[in-house]
């Protein structure tokens, strides 16, 4: 049973366009849901993360939205560039006091063509 | 400052063999979680350790086991192998009380 539903599996962008990723959940018991971009053959790097009590955030050119009554994120990237091409997850842990244990999606392929 | 690094990069084992795979966490970094990525997946969480002690598990048989050291780096076996072992293997560390999880570059294991 997939707890993260994550789409479009693939995107393809113009350079300087926006870029945009949505995910879906089911569990309310979710409370924080971190993106990460991933490079071929490298580990996911953390983008930015939120939670519930917050609708949007932004660094730099990337913002979350959150919609925490349709139990629904989405990653935009401002002004696409040539070198964001790569694998983004977004994904999503239960609060637990035993620790994080992250919930991912299935991940989408960007590319961005200049 | 080093990331998360781990160790080795590349391994191959034929099936039934066991296998160890290395991770040092991010300096101030406490716990230490291990990932399976199979090919075209998202990462899904194997297990978590703190003080030495796996504090949660994700839903992978007992083959799968870890250990975590005085020093916070941490080891992962895997026994009896399989081909559908065939993975990248991810550790991530957090910062004390801190949700946020930093990735190594992974273990890309292949099993034949």
């Known amino acids: 049973q997939q707890q993260v539903k994550q789409s479009p599996q693939s995107l393809i962008v113009q350079k300087g366009g926006i870029s945009i990723i949505n995910c879906a959940y089911e569990?309310?018991?979710?409370?924080?849901f971190p993106w990460y971009q991933q490079f071929p053959g490298k580990g996911p790097a953390l983008l930015i993360a939120?939670?519930?009590?917050?609708s949007e955030k932004k660094e730099g050119r990337f913002t979350i939205s959150f919609n925490k009554s349709a139990k629904q994120f989405s990653l935009h990237i401002m002004d696409s560039q040539p070198g964001d091409s790569a694998t983004y997850f977004c994904?999503?842990?239960?609060?637990?006091?035993?620790?994080?244990?992250?919930?991912f999606g299935k991940g989408t392929t960007l590319s961005v063509s200049s | 400052d080093a990331g998360v690094t781990q160790s080795p990069t590349h391994l191959i084992k034929t099936r039934g063999q066991q296998v160890t795979l290395r991770c040092s966490p991010k300096?101030?970094?406490?716990?230490v979680s291990w990932y399976q990525q199979a090919l075209g997946q998202g990462p899904q969480f194997i297990f978590q350790?703190?003080?030495?002690?796996?504090?949660q598990r994700g839903n992978f048989p007992d083959r799968f086991s870890g250990h975590q050291f005085p020093n916070y780096s941490s080891e992962l076996n895997v026994n009896a192998l399989l081909l559908g072992d065939s993975a990248l293997y991810l550790c991530?560390?957090?910062?004390?009380?801190?949700?946020?999880?930093?990735f190594g570059p992974g273990t890309r294991l292949l099993v034949l």
């Open positions: 350790y703190y003080e030495e002690e796996e504090r």
């Open positions: 939120i939670r519930p009590d917050v």
């Open positions: 569990n309310t018991a979710f409370d924080y």
């Open positions: 991530a560390s957090s910062p004390v009380n801190k949700r946020d999880q930093y």
């Open positions: 300096s101030g970094h406490d716990t």
């Open positions: 994904a999503a842990d239960p609060f637990n006091q035993a620790g994080t244990a992250l919930i």
